[in-house]
């Protein structure tokens, strides 16, 4: 079965601390790849978004996530992380042709000040 | 401010009863997906409409069920509602190729 697995559920950095955050998906074919951000109160953010080409994509916010196909990842990173930053990541998948995002559970960051 | 609408925003309803929760997409979008997010848990992938029909569905009951108007808003309907049915109910709005999903705040609801 398709599915996406994020591999940290709860994350604690001081500011200014690096961020990777995992993402694994399992599907053969060719897949759309999306982080989309949540900060507390809000609506669920996209912050970048994967379909083809130089496999480091760089969104909004300072952040960046990498394709891997041999590792069927797309890992999420900031150098820096800001306070601002506090917030729910979810890593989602749509297999090319399909009409539906698979996402992970979650990775809920919280940079303290 | 993405553009897209729901609403109420919360709900307490009874085990049993039905319930009808409301999108409205973002302006120039055609296609409304829907997403079920338990707590603790990524949303799932309920179905999609897309000029009305229904366009993809997940692994849901047939007691979860929708409508697209021709304004391109959207209902979720759930029939005999379920403990379990408790949950966040996500809208998402985009054009057919799901290049980016925009979504709403999502309705909350809470079946006693």
């Known amino acids: 079965a398709q599915s996406v697995s994020q591999h940290n559920h709860h994350v604690i950095l001081s500011e200014a601390a690096s961020l990777e955050l995992g993402c694994n998906y399992s599907y053969g074919g060719t897949v759309n790849l999306f982080w989309y951000v949540q900060y507390p109160g809000q609506h669920l953010q996209l912050l970048l978004k994967?379909?083809?080409?130089?496999?480091l994509v760089k969104g909004i916010k300072g952040f960046e996530a990498e394709f891997i196909k041999s590792k069927f990842s797309f890992n999420l990173r900031k150098p820096s992380v800001q306070w601002s930053d506090t917030a729910e990541y979810f890593c989602a998948a749509s297999p090319s042709g399909t009409y539906k995002y698979i996402f992970g559970t979650g990775t809920r960051l919280k940079v303290l000040a | 401010e993405t553009g897209v609408t729901q609403s109420p925003t919360h709900l307490i309803k009874t085990r049993g009863q039905q319930v009808t929760l409301r999108c409205s997409s973002q302006s120039g979008h055609n296609t409304v997906s829907w997403y079920q997010q338990a707590l603790g848990q990524g949303p799932q992938f309920i179905f999609q409409?897309?000029?009305?029909?229904?366009?993809g569905r997940g692994n849901f009951p047939p007691r979860f069920s929708g409508l697209q108007f021709p304004n391109y808003s959207s209902e979720l309907n759930v029939n005999a509602l379920e403990l379990d049915d408790s949950a966040l109910y996500l809208c998402?709005?985009?054009?057919?190729?799901?290049?980016?999903?925009?979504f709403g705040q999502g309705t909350r609801l809470t079946v006693v």
């Open positions: 994967y379909f083809s080409g130089d496999p």
């Open positions: 409409y897309y000029r009305e029909e229904e366009n």
């Open positions: 998402a709005s985009s054009d057919i190729d799901m290049a980016e999903a925009f």
